[in-house]
């Protein structure tokens, strides 16, 4: 079956703009999670969704961070008013719930010039 | 205390040498560990999980050491295609399987 998707995969965007990135988890996999991954640096945890609620939600850098999950399914991460800072590779993985397994998608890369 | 540390390395071996990579972490709440492999450019991708009674998957071995809150990885007989970035990865303790991603130790296997 098909893997976690994510889109756009490449985004650039001017500085104090807002972008939303996308992810299609896994079918059937009720938990998801948004990372990002800034040059050179380990993954950084943003938030987890368990169906369409978000019990963690500690990750978020800032109040310009702000995701949301309908249907079970697909999940939103918005960046508002973007900043040079925020510019990294967004990662979604998905996973049954409680599962020891993430899978991840490739990733969006965003460039804020 | 960084919340999962790993030397960065880079560790060049030739292809048949035997590798290890080290992990310690902060949280001693944390209840899962694994090693994840992230090829250049690509998601991460789960190796393995780790136990306390140590575990093997073919050339691949991972130990536990919770009391000193330690975690390795042992690769036999490297080949080329074990060229990656090495991710030890840390269960948060939060309850929900969260993650915490050391930021990885790469390794290139050369001929």
């Known amino acids: 079956g098909a893997g976690v998707s994510q889109s756009p995969s490449n985004k650039v965007t001017e500085k104090g703009k807002d972008v939303e990135l996308r992810c299609d988890p896994i079918?059937?996999?009720?938990?998801l999670y948004w990372y990002r991954q800034s040059l050179g640096q380990g993954l950084e945890f943003l938030i987890y969704?368990?169906?369409?609620?978000?019990?963690?939600k500690s990750g978020l850098p800032s109040d310009r961070f702000s995701a949301e999950r309908t249907g079970g399914s697909v999940s939103t991460l918005t960046i508002q008013r973007t900043q040079q800072e925020d510019s990294a590779v967004y990662l979604c993985?998905?996973?049954?719930?409680?599962?020891?397994?993430?899978?991840f998608g490739p990733g969006t890369r965003l460039t804020v010039l | 205390r960084k919340e999962v540390e790993q030397d960065p390395g880079p560790f060049n071996v030739p292809e048949g040498a035997t590798v290890a990579f080290n992990c310690t972490y902060s949280?001693?709440?944390?209840?899962?560990f694994f090693w994840y492999r992230q090829d250049c450019r690509k998601e991460p991708k789960l190796l393995m999980s780790?136990?306390?009674s140590g575990n093997e998957d073919g050339r691949f071995t991972a130990q536990l050491n919770r009391a000193s809150q330690y975690i390795s990885l042992l690769i036999r007989d490297s080949k080329l295609s074990d060229s990656a970035t090495y991710l030890c990865?840390?269960?948060?303790?939060?309850?929900?399987?969260?993650?915490?991603f050391g930021k990885g130790t790469m390794l290139l296997v050369s001929p």
């Open positions: 993985a998905s996973s049954f719930f409680l599962s020891n397994e993430q899978f």
């Open positions: 079918s059937g996999h009720t938990a």
């Open positions: 969704f368990q169906g369409n609620s978000a019990p963690d």
């Open positions: 990865v840390v269960e948060r303790g939060s309850g929900y399987s969260t993650l915490t």
């Open positions: 780790v136990y306390s």
């Open positions: 949280n001693s709440a944390s209840q899962s």
